[in-house]
C-alpha cells in the first residue's frame, strides 16, 4: 500500500529523529523527560515523534510535557490545555510572567530572543527538577543549528553551532535536541497534515530584522539557488577536520599534528608535531 503524504512525512522525521536519538546517546533506559512545547509546529511535531518512539523503543522513559505561559498579553494558552487533555499527555502549564521583565530591560527596537530564552531556560531547569526529569527536550531541528552556525561564524566571532547533547545546570540536567537531523520544511508539512493548534509568539515574533531571520533568509535563497546545500552543511558539522581550522587550543587539546599538504589538498610527507606553544609579542 502505498503511504499518503502524512505517513510518508511522519516516516521520514521518524526515522531522522531515531538516528539523532542513537548517535548521541539522547534517551536511555528510565529517562524522565521534560519535553519543553512552546505551542509551534516545532515542539508539537517533536512530541508527537516522542510518543511514537516510546510506543516501540525497546526501552521504557517517561514524558512530561512542559509549556510556559511567559505572560504574553492574549496567550491562548487554554488551547494548549484542550489539546493535551484530548491527546492524554502528562501536561503542566507553568505561569512565569517573563513578558514585564524582558520589555521592561530591552530598549524598544532591539531583540528580546537572548534575555527571554535566558528566563525561560532557567524556569524549565527548575521545573524539570520539581518533577524529578533528569532531561529536558527542545524542538531545534536542522535549521535552527544551521542558522547558529551561521550567527556565529558572522556575528560572535566563533565556530559552533547548537550542540545535540548538552550537560547543564552543573550536571543535573542533560538538554537534547532530537529534531537536529529534521528539516524545517518536513516539519512545516508534517504539522499542517497533523492540524497541530500553533499558538502565535507575539513577543519575538514580531521582530522581523532579527539576525537570525537575516541568516534564515541566506540559507534559504542559498537552498533555491542551490538545492542541497542546506544537506551538504549538515553533514559539514559531521565532518569536522580539526587540523584546518585555527584554534591554537584545540589543535593543542587534541594533540594533532601538522599535515603538510601537497597542491590538490592531499597529505604527502611525514606529520609534523605541533611545537610547544609560546606567546609572540610584537
Not at 151 to 165: E, S, Y
Not at 198 to 207: F, V
Not at 222 to 229: D, I, M, Q, R
Request: charged fraction near 25%; charge should be neutral.
Amino acid at each position: 500500500m502505498i503511504p499518503t503524504p502524512a505517513e510518508a512525512l511522519e516516516k521520514k522525521l521518524g526515522r531522522a529523529t531515531s538516528r539523532a536519538i542513537a548517535d548521541f546517546s539522547m534517551i536511555e533506559e528510565g529517562d524522565r523527560i521534560l519535553v519543553a512545547v512552546s505551542g509551534g509546529k516545532d515542539s508539537y511535531t517533536m512530541l508527537d515523534l516522542l510518543r511514537a518512539l516510546q510506543r516501540k523503543a525497546p526501552i521504557t522513559f517517561d514524558l512530561r510535557v512542559v509549556n510556559v505561559d511567559q505572560g504574553h498579553p492574549g496567550y491562548p494558552g487554554h488551547v494548549l490545555r484542550e489539546y493535551m487533555a484530548r491527546e492524554g499527555y502528562d501536561f503542566s502549564m507553568i505561569e512565569e510572567d517573563t513578558y514585564s521583565i524582558v520589555t521592561e530591560k530591552i530598549p524598544k527596537g532591539k531583540t528580546f530572543c537572548s534575555l527571554c530564552s535566558r528566563l525561560r531556560r532557567g524556569i524549565l531547569y527548575r521545573v524539570a527538577k520539581d518533577l524529578g526529569c533528569n532531561k529536558i527536550a527542545l524542538g531545534h531541528h536542522r535549521d535552527d543549528v544551521l542558522q547558529t552556525l551561521l550567527l556565529n561564524l558572522v556575528f560572535a566571532g566563533q565556530l559552533g553551532a547548537m550542540p545535540p547533547r548538552l550537560v547543564a545546570d552543573g550536571g543535573a540536567l542533560v538538554v537534547v535536541r532530537p529534531l537536529v537531523y529534521c528539516a524545517e520544511e518536513d516539519i512545516r508539512a508534517f504539522a499542517e497534515h497533523a492540524k497541530f493548534p500553533i499558538l502565535p509568539c507575539d513577543l519575538c515574533g514580531t521582530q522581523e530584522h532579527l539576525q537570525r531571520k537575516a541568516m534564515a533568509r541566506l540559507l534559504d535563497q542559498l537552498e533555491k539557488e542551490h538545492p542541497g546545500t542546506k544537506t551538504v552543511m549538515l553533514s559539514a558539522l559531521q565532518n569536522v577536520r580539526p587540523s584546518h581550522l585555527l584554534d591554537q587550543r584545540l589543535w593543542r587539546s587534541l594533540g594533532l599534528p601538522v599535515a603538510l599538504d601537497d597542491e590538490d589538498g592531499q597529505p604527502q610527507g611525514p606529520l609534523v608535531p605541533l611545537a610547544p606553544q609560546r606567546l609572540l609579542r610584537g
